[in-house]
């Protein structure tokens, strides 16, 4: 048996993601006794596959055509499903990232697969896979096991640990008929600036409707300068038009998993918890010392952000010298 991993690349650039869920499935193919084996799919990016060799798959198949040169769902969900079918795997895994949330569930129709998306843990045991995922907006951690013969897993991004394996193995081609496209890119606008994507990075730094009016974002942007952070926001910011959609945290918007999450005037409702309660250290500032995000803190600083955020900067600003 084996293990398949969908390698995410965007525009000829390896996702974080990719490592953490080659990572993974090194690490259950030695549990599991499996071969691991990974699809590259994408144009022009033979490249890549000598980056992922360090994570010490057994085979990296390189799909390169020029069709596949910007995702759509059609040709990525036929070149993924054909290789499943061409190899046969007891397990596949992808990120739960916009295309890994978008491919998993087209080709586990197609393969009549059992799918758990946004795992936080996959555990082998007894000849079997457990997938843990969180349910009911984060409250209660559901474990599923998956019937199907392939069972397929998406991983939330920033849970699981990249780590370099030995063991390359080797890089082969792989071709199949990629059915004309029904939908067509016609333009990609790409965000600007230099900050890490919300669900890759390390920091996070967010702001809510404690900010007062818009203009406040501007101080959570300089904490999160020093940081080298990402900038969130609660949907409150949001809905009063403060911060655009794709900043928003939670139930309704990205699910985030930060080494460090700093909430600032963010009360800690059920629905934001639900996007970053799995951050691995959470700081909250607030003035109300009865605000729920004080329940889940790490750190918890009872106070006017207008007073705490521009004090930490300069503390940070000093420490960095
Ligand atoms: C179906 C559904 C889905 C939802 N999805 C999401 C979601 O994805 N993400 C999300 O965030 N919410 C979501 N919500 C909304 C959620 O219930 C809350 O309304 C929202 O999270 C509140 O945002 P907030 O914490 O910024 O605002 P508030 O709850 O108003 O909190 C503001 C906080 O700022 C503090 N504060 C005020 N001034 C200061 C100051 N000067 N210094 C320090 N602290 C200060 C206050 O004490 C307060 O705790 C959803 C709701 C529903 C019903």
Redo the contacts with the bound molecule.
Sequence with gaps: MSIVVFAEQRGGTLRKITYEVVSEGKRLAAAAGDSLKVLLAGSDVAGLAEELKKFGADEIAVANDAALADYTTDAYAAVLAAYIQQENPGLVLLGHSAIGKDLAPRVAARLDAGLVSDCIDVKFADGDYAFVHPIYAGKAIATYKVNSAVKMATLRPNVFPVEENAGAGSVVDFSTEIPAPRTKVLEVKQQGGDRPELTEADIICSG???L?NPDGFQLIEQLADILGAAVGS????VDAGWRDHQF??????KVVSPNLYIA?????????L??MGSSKCIIG????PE?N?FNVADYGIE????K?VPALIEKLKEVKG
């Design positions: 809510g409707r404690g007062g609660s949907r409150a910011a928003q945290v939670g139930q309704t918007g600032c005037g963010i009360s800690g409702a059920i629905q934001h639900a996007g500032i607030n003035k109300d605000a995000i106070g006017d952000l207008y705490v």
